[in-house]
């Protein structure tokens, strides 16, 4: 079965400084791959989202995030952190076969410093 | 633009009491999920429907029940609450399993 984990449970990091969460999954083919983005009392929010082609794939809100086949990685990135980015990242994946749901890993919370 | 609407928001049951939680979406997909999300554990699946007139188990069915009312509505229920099915659930749809999920902004349930 597919998993995905996500190593860092917590994150901080200064504002306006780089971010990049980091993302593996278990699978032996390529999947569908996505970053959710969930604020406080909200539900998940779709930031981007892989399925071929081009392995950088630019999101939402200055997100983007890159596909590593060999390192089986999908990390998300952003150049300068806002204090409004705090929040917590959930990356996904599919199967792409048509048959499969998303499987999500635990999350990284990002908490954004002065 | 409501795109997917639970009900309740906020709930207080005690335990053995039933409850059904309401969703609906308004994107015309055919692909329904239910999850629940607790602190540390990421969101988990309790049942989804591929398409209307199917539903199936997730990683975490026990307790849970599911009803497909037609395209836009999917419903959870459960039969009789415990203080372990305290949680946040979420209802999401997609236009087909493996494309990417709306979701909702959640039902908070508390079983005391």
């Known amino acids: 079965a597919q998993s995905v984990t996500q190593p860092d449970i917590h994150i901080t990091v200064s504002e306006g400084a780089s971010l990049e969460l980091r993302c593996n999954y278990s699978y032996g083919a390529t999947p569908y791959l996505f970053w959710y983005v969930q604020s406080p009392g909200q539900g998940l929010q779709l930031l981007l989202k892989?399925?071929?082609?081009?392995?950088l794939v630019q999101g939402i809100k200055g997100f983007e995030a890159e596909f590593k086949r060999s390192q089986s990685s999908f990390n998300l990135r952003k150049p300068s952190v806002h204090w409004s980015d705090a929040a917590e990242y959930f990356c996904a994946v599919a199967l792409n076969s048509g048959y499969s749901t998303l499987t999500f890993g635990k999350g990284t919370m990002l908490l954004v410093s002065p | 633009n409501a795109g997917v609407t639970q009900t309740p928001k906020f709930q207080v049951l005690k335990t053995g009491q039933s409850m059904t939680l309401q969703c609906a979406q308004d994107m015309n997909h055919n692909s329904m999920y239910w999850y629940r999300q607790d602190p540390g554990m990421g969101l988990r699946l309790i049942y989804y429907s591929a398409s209307e007139g199917t539903t199936d188990k997730g990683e975490v069915p026990n307790g849970y029940n599911v009803s497909r009312l037609n395209k836009r509505e999917f419903s959870l229920r459960l039969e009789s609450a415990a203080p372990s099915q305290t949680s946040v659930y979420f209802c999401?749809?997609?236009?087909?399993?493996?494309?990417?999920?709306?979701f909702g902004d959640g039902t908070r349930l508390s079983i005391l």
């Open positions: 999401a749809s997609s236009e087909r399993r493996d494309q990417p999920q709306h």
């Open positions: 892989y399925f071929s082609g081009d392995t």
